[in-house]
């Protein structure tokens, strides 16, 4: 199949949060990216750039604005965002009515971080790079081992999963 | 995106080793699909069924020929096999050529057993429901986050990666 | 050697942090200690019961007194405390100034919590009760693999290690 | 308490087991022991010595003896010897025959490989190292959270745990 490079944009989010053993909280450092990639043994040609290390509830219109620059900037076809969850949604509607044409975009997440043992952050990744490379040119959300269009998703904050909009 | 249910073949291999504190040996006892689909939260429909347990260098013609009527008699189009890397080429050319029209199969499997702690087994799976939601008809091998068709794909053994035939 | 049973207090810290997934904090729900015991294949005879379930920043004396009661009433000859490490060595010194004759108690914790893959606490809790086994009547603080007295013993924040005290 | 040096002698045995994924066998590689006490955060000061690395079925005459030299000839009087479970009551009972005078010895292992997230292993580890610290001279092995005398332990293999002798 396609083997054209994966552009890896990273935002921060859960996937990447770290226990700072100091005082007790969760902090970010570098992005587990790399190291996810080698424990997948991924050999998809992919280009990894961090754009910001964010708590997706602390991310505003400007890095919005950036990260939709970065994928029009982008020699890519296919980009994989890895964000926040609880505002995944929003970025994703904000690419996806910005338009980014001939472009296949997917942003993923995690609901536990990857440094903890039990995180669905490896699963997810996988399946946010095969969607990458399988669909078609438009902007999706890829969690819970599903994708969804950028115009119809919502993350369902009482269950933690992401869901089609009713109707 | 698609939800229609996908179907998970279980066959065996590195995905399901399980390491026998008695004698120091590793062997099969239960699939730990399930245990990696709730790991993943995945919301995917799936209907998980065990066809067999064994290491994929002691799969014979007939073990294949089973997974090849299971994958005819299912009523699902997207169905993903779980599959020692050894031979995985091997089988996916036996449906490849049988042909299954109309569904999707995916195999995938894992280079160290999903009960390790550095396994791939996790990525895998996300990468091959994924794909076995978004690709046509068709055969294929999703390992190393890549997905391969049936006719074009052989596990090298010297790196322990999987490939297209050269050409 | 000895395996009269010992008694494990269960009161909160590090050691038992969760993550949860809703809001992105840690907090307590329940122990893993049974979990790590199972892992650790421990064959100790032990009663393991669930003091409080706190921060050690938040505990107060009325709690340390709660402790010392609990450690005094308990037939045990030989009790574990799992606590928090931020004021470990202020409970082993509240313990070790009322005396506790007759009775080895070894306190001890974790810097990163359990649920982490990374986490310390196995190790410390192997040690722990090793101690308690072991040692003399007295109360210590088993952390880094090393054993203090109560009244030789600090956290070392700026290096999250515990040290004697400078002599 | 006491903080002289530990010296820990590897032998190989479970511990160290790692999962060959061209072959699918277990085999032995380097020690997993830095990475351990890296892992326990472990302070006490401890030199690391590999004097062999095989499973303790393949354990012969000649390699206790070497291991026994190896204990006369270390300048430390507390000393972990991490060991194959299955002979570890009869290199226990080698070394305590010959006597090794002045010297806590003690032998300790894990039923799963430390490379496998479930491993006993860190938990054998901190209590190994506690009871080198804190039992008077003699040869012991420490399995299970428990500590034996080397005349009084074997391992029982139908359910895979280390027991006193019957008596």
Redesign the interface.
């Known amino acids: 199949?396609m083997?054209s490079t994966v552009r890896i944009f990273v935002t921060g989010g859960?996937f990447d949060?770290e226990?700072n053993?100091?005082d007790?909280?969760?902090f970010f450092k570098d992005t587990h990216l790399h190291e996810?990639?080698q424990?997948?043994?991924?050999?998809?040609p992919v280009e990894v750039r961090t754009l910001m290390m964010v708590?997706s509830l602390e991310m505003d219109d400007e890095d919005r604005e950036l990260i939709l620059q970065q994928c029009r900037k982008s020699d890519a076809d296919r980009i994989v965002i890895t964000h926040g969850t609880d505002t995944m949604a929003v970025t994703a509607r904000r690419l996806g009515e910005a338009g980014l044409p001939g472009k296949t975009v997917v942003l993923t997440g995690a609901?536990?971080?990857f440094?903890?043992?039990?995180?669905?952050g490896?699963?997810?990744?996988?399946?946010?790079?095969?969607?990458a490379?399988?669909?078609p040119p438009g902007v999706?959300v890829?969690?819970?081992?599903?994708?969804?269009?950028w115009d119809n998703v919502r993350k369902n904050?009482a269950i933690?999963?992401?869901e089609a909009l009713a109707g």
Chains 1, 2, 3, 4 share one sequence.
């Open positions: 199949m083997s859960t949060k226990y053993e100091r007790g909280s969760l996810m990639l424990l997948g043994r991924c050999r998809v708590d609901m536990i971080p440094a903890f043992g039990s995180s669905d490896l699963f997810n990744l996988g399946a946010a790079l095969a969607f490379q399988s669909l999706y890829a969690m819970n081992g599903r994708c969804f269009d904050k933690g999963e992401f």
